[in-house]
């Protein structure tokens, strides 16, 4: 994987993370059904906030294992 390619999907990670916490989709479980005991909109906002961490990470790292190489 070059260095542009790498670039781009942590640009399209990036702008996926925008998407997952703004607005509209964020309305969507601001309910007030609960998932074992805590409101689904935390579960969402932090199941989200996780994968886009893991995401990243996974990213980075591959690119850093490779240099070492």
């Known amino acids: 994987m070059g260095s542009s390619d ?3 999907k942590l640009l399209g990670l990036f ?7 703004n607005f ?3 309305q969507l ?7 074992l005991g ?6 969402y906002i932090f199941l989200s906030w996780i994968t886009i961490i ?3 990470a ?5 690119r850093n294992s490779k ?3």
């Open 67 to 69: 240099k070492k190489k």
């Open 24 to 26: 509209p989709l964020l």
């Open 38 to 43: 805590i409101p689904v909109i935390y579960w």
């Open 29 to 35: 479980f601001s309910g007030t059904s609960r998932l």
């Open 6 to 8: 790498r670039r781009f």
């Open 58 to 62: 996974r990213l980075v790292e591959r």
């Open 15 to 21: 702008i996926v993370a925008l998407l997952l916490f």
């Open 54 to 56: 893991a995401l990243t």
